[in-house]
């Protein structure tokens, strides 16, 4: 039976058990830091309304965003459902049809020539010029904003993915390959474990990228999400109601990009410690 994460910080080395002293510390001066930079950010907005009398149409105070936020707090948690899913439907088929692309160009030369021009000119291609072709292809609902979406996700994630299945070192492969090893053992035992810290980059950066894509796809169709909310308060001049749906968005950025980070950490931790 394995061990809970208490139980192998107690029962570790000395050494261990300060690294991760060391490491909780360090985190904690890293949330004190940020939320120092907040306070004087806020403090810094708020005074610049005041002092220079700045419109709330023009530029609200952060009170007046939080009491937004709060009078809206269902609709943005609506409008993030929304986005969420698009987001997410997205990220995950890029994240799919991107490795698997990865592991055809990393064993084929041909399918690297073949495959990797059209991944490029397709993440030159302006997102907002894709979208009417799409939503006129797959319609203006979930599957063509999950596509639009996945688009703009599978390039970071196949050019990631790709970089660390080659970055694997020969050695290992060949030291496995000496032992009778099949290509499958090489590919599971070796070739992944050496990807995992490119992938999880390229994860991480291609769940920010969804919610860019969401927010375009939403600013495309105007029919709902946080993307949707943004452009109708702004439009409508309720800026502190578009400062709260802005907020909101940063906000389920700041989650997708948690949602792999966390994941990296887990899977480094696990193995890591056998």
Known sequence: MDDTPTERVATASPSRRQDVLDRLGDNGRGTTLAAGILALFLTGWHAAT??????????????????????????LLTDAAVTATVAGLGLVSGAVVGTVLAFLMVYSRSATSVILPYIVA??????????????LWFGRGIPGKTLLVATLTVFPI???????????????????????ASPTTVFLRVRIPAAAPSVFAGLK???????????????VTLDAG???????????????????ALVALSALGLVFYAVPALLERAVGERFGSR
């Not at 946080?226 to 709260?244: H, I, K, Q």
């Open 122 to 135: 397709l993440r030159i291609a302006p997102l907002i010029a894709i979208a009417p072709l799409l939503f």
């Open 226 to 244: 946080l993307g949707f909310r943004v452009f109708e308060a702004s439009n409508s001049l309720r800026t502190a109601d578009s400062f709260a």
């Open 50 to 75: 005041v002092v220079f009398d700045v419109p709330s149409i023009v530029l609200p105070g952060p009170t007046e965003v939080a009491s937004a936020l709060v009078g809206l707090r269902w609709t």
């Open 158 to 180: 196949t050019v990631a993915a790709l970089d660390g299945l080659r970055s694997t070192p020969e050695s290992y492969v060949s030291l496995l390959r000496s032992v009778g």
């Open 205 to 219: 950066i291609a769940a920010t990228l969804s919610i860019i894509g969401a927010v375009v796809a939403e600013f």
